[in-house]
């Protein structure tokens, strides 16, 4: 499976963004689909999962209620909708599939995306 993640930008913080991610070469409605993060400095965290049913989804604690991901099996697209964005949101935003293991850890995922900028400014 190839990623490629896009959708990055300069936001004000409150405001929002949607980053994307498109899938090629592989069966993309059997992978389970995620999005994390890594600000200067800082290790990769996780954001958000979507399971290939697209009917569980998992959050972190900092994004839960402001975050939603989605997934389009149809279209081997999935999204991340950034609401209510902060300054510590600023990272590169990675999309990243996997089909077993833990939905939160990098480490089971098999297949990354480059990654987006998010920078929010206040």
């Known amino acids: 499976v190839q990623l490629q993640a896009f959708g990055g930008g300069l936001v004000q913080a409150g405001g929002s963004l949607r980053l994307s991610c498109a899938a090629s070469r592989g069966t993309f409605s059997s992978y389970t689909m995620g999005w994390f993060r890594q600000a200067p400095g800082k290790e990769r965290e996780f954001v958000a999962a979507?399971?290939?049913?697209?009917?569980?989804?998992y959050y972190s604690d900092d994004v839960k209620g402001r975050f939603t991901i989605s997934r389009d099996n149809a279209k081997n697209m999935t999204h991340l909708q950034m609401n209510s964005l902060k300054d510590e949101d600023s990272a590169a935003y990675y999309c990243?599939?996997?089909?077993?293991?833990?939905?939160?850890?990098?480490?089971?995922?098999?297949?990354w995306g480059q990654g987006t900028l998010v920078t929010v400014s206040s």
């Open positions: 979507i399971r290939p049913s697209a009917i569980t989804t």
């Open positions: 990243a599939a996997k089909r077993i293991g833990s939905s939160r850890i990098a480490s089971s995922y098999e297949y």
